[in-house]
């Protein structure tokens, strides 16, 4: 499985930006799909991620209300749709792909990730 994340940028306080993780191959119907970011000398954290049947989402409480994960199916790419950046947002995002069954907040839970697409917000 090959993911490609794309649509990150430098956007002002408030501003949107839509990243997009492109995979191949039988991403989707065997995998759950996740989104992390990481910060400057900081851990590794998770944002938002789809359930496994794809009827759920999960958000970080930092993003919730502000971020939307969605996908189209027939593309295999997922979306994380952020809305009202902050400049604690600054990071560089990463998509990533988990097998059933396993935590969705948990980035070592994830089997494969995508090169990672940075974000900056400047204030």
């Known amino acids: 499985v090959q993911l490609q994340a794309s649509g990150g940028g430098l956007v002002q306080v408030g501003g949107s930006l839509r990243l997009s993780c492109a995979g191949s191959?039988?991403?989707?119907?065997?995998?759950?799909m996740g989104w992390f970011r990481q910060a400057p000398g900081k851990e590794r954290e998770f944002v938002s991620a789809?359930?496994?049947?794809?009827?759920?989402?999960y958000y970080a409480d930092s993003v919730k209300g502000r971020f939307t994960i969605s996908r189209d199916n027939a593309k295999n790419t997922v979306y994380l749709q952020m809305n009202g950046l902050k400049p604690e947002d600054t990071a560089v995002y990463y998509c990533?792909?988990?097998?059933?069954?396993?935590?969705?907040?948990?980035?070592?839970?994830?089997?494969?990730w995508g090169q990672g697409t940075l974000v900056t917000v400047s204030s």
């Open positions: 990533a792909a988990r097998s059933r069954g396993r935590s969705y907040n948990n980035p070592t839970r994830y089997d494969f």
């Open positions: 191959g039988r991403t989707f119907s065997s995998y759950a």
């Open positions: 789809f359930s496994w049947s794809g009827q759920s989402t």
